[in-house]
């Protein structure tokens, strides 16, 4: 599946309703053997069920930037501090608004790069130089 936006947060990404450079943007490191994605669904944070959730940042120095073509959104690189848990083999990106029920998934990723056996040391999420999230005209 590689990296995909789920419908739901791209939908409030759109509309305005996410605002991914003033709201609070957190990613979570999931552990699959407890959560199945399902991009035209799930909404919120609280479709993942708290054990598939290892460990949790909040991206800094955001931008989205957009130009004729194409968005971008970006952030830091992000560290997850001290982790401890499960495996994980994704990654969520989504607005937290403290509350598990209304924090909108935005983003998945899954494949070879995020696949981390927490040892309780932190955990630096290298994000793609050409951006974290994109939006395309074609």
Do not use: H
């Amino acid at each position: 599946m590689a990296t995909s936006w789920y419908r739901n947060g791209l939908k409030n990404v759109l509309s305005g309703v996410v605002d991914m450079t003033n709201d609070t943007i957190n990613a979570v490191l999931i552990d699959v053997a407890d959560y199945t994605v399902d991009l035209d669904t799930d909404e919120f944070l609280s479709s993942i069920a708290g054990a598939a959730r290892v460990s949790t940042a909040t991206l800094a120095s955001k931008t989205f930037t957009v130009t004729s073509t194409y968005g971008v959104f970006d952030a830091a690189d992000t560290t997850f501090t001290a982790v401890t848990g499960d495996p994980t083999e994704a990654l969520v990106v989504y607005q937290s608004t403290g509350v598990d029920g209304t924090s909108c998934l935005l983003g998945y990723f899954d494949g070879a790069s995020v696949q981390v056996t927490p040892n309780g040391n932190n955990i630096v999420c290298q994000w793609n130089a050409s951006g974290i999230l994109r939006l395309s005209r074609s």
